[in-house]
């Protein structure tokens, strides 16, 4: 499975945005770029994810290297309830994988009052 | 509301004693996963299942098996529960195409003593 790269930990003031890095040198193209976010004591959450170009939803935007080997989630205004671990993990849908999702440690948001 | 369901959500099991821990969705997936969760780390998969009637193996597998008898449910039982198998036991499911997101459980947390 093509890994990811993630900074251990991020910090940012709330009602701020912040961009969170994310590198997949090893990406394949099949493989979708999906980001997760998991609250203390809680299961992961859906944040979002993209294939080839940027997405946009109601939590969040994935910007997308246009070579694919780097992405960045942002979240345009941080909120005291951001404050959570982030993963992003690549996923194949097709061959062998079934699109199983290998999670990695993942990036620790402090979000400051 | 919609979503997948883990039951029990907590557990406390003696060595060598045996249990199974549930997993229902009402979203009509196809694709089923077991993770689970030691402290500080990521999830590791178990086992998943591609639809019913069929499961593999995940990363981890050892100790433990599945069944998907019926679309909605997976099953992960523990024949005989060792120390090394107390964790958070995540479920998760996902449908295909356009709804690629997966959708985790709350989480079940188990301790063998």
């Known amino acids: 499975d093509a890994k990811t790269t993630q900074p251990n930990s991020m910090e940012s003031n709330e009602e701020e945005p912040v961009h969170l890095p994310c590198n997949h040198s090893?990406?394949?193209?099949?493989?979708?770029i999906h980001w997760y976010r998991q609250l203390p004591s809680q299961g992961p959450e859906y944040v979002i994810h993209?294939?080839?170009s940027n997405v946009n939803n109601r939590m969040a935007s994935l910007a997308i290297a246009e070579d694919r080997k780097s992405s960045t989630l942002i979240l345009h205004r941080a909120t005291l309830r951001d404050a959570a671990v982030y993963y992003c993990?690549?996923?194949?849908?097709?061959?062998?994988?079934?699109?199983?999702?290998?999670f990695g440690q993942g990036t620790i948001l402090t979000v400051h009052p | 509301n919609a979503g997948v369901t883990q039951t029990p959500k907590f557990r406390v099991l003696k060595t060598g004693q045996s249990m199974t821990l549930l997993c229902a969705q009402d979203?009509?997936?196809?694709?089923m996963y077991w993770y689970r969760q030691d402290p500080g780390m990521g999830l590791r998969l178990i086992h998943y299942?591609?639809?019913?009637?069929?499961?593999a193996k995940g990363e981890v597998p050892d100790g433990y098996n599945v069944s998907r008898l019926k679309k909605q449910n997976f099953l992960l039982g523990l024949e005989s529960a060792a120390p090394s198998q107390t964790s958070v036991y995540f479920c998760?499911?996902?449908?295909?195409?356009?709804?690629?997101?997966?959708?985790f459980g709350s989480g079940t947390r188990l301790t063998v003593v």
């Open positions: 998760a499911s996902r449908g295909t195409g356009r709804n690629y997101g997966y959708t």
């Open positions: 090893t990406i394949s193209g099949t493989d979708y």
């Open positions: 993209g294939l080839t």
């Open positions: 993990i690549l996923s194949n849908a097709g061959g062998t994988s079934y699109g199983k999702l290998t």
């Open positions: 979203m009509n997936h196809e694709y």
């Open positions: 299942s591609v639809g019913e009637g069929t499961t």
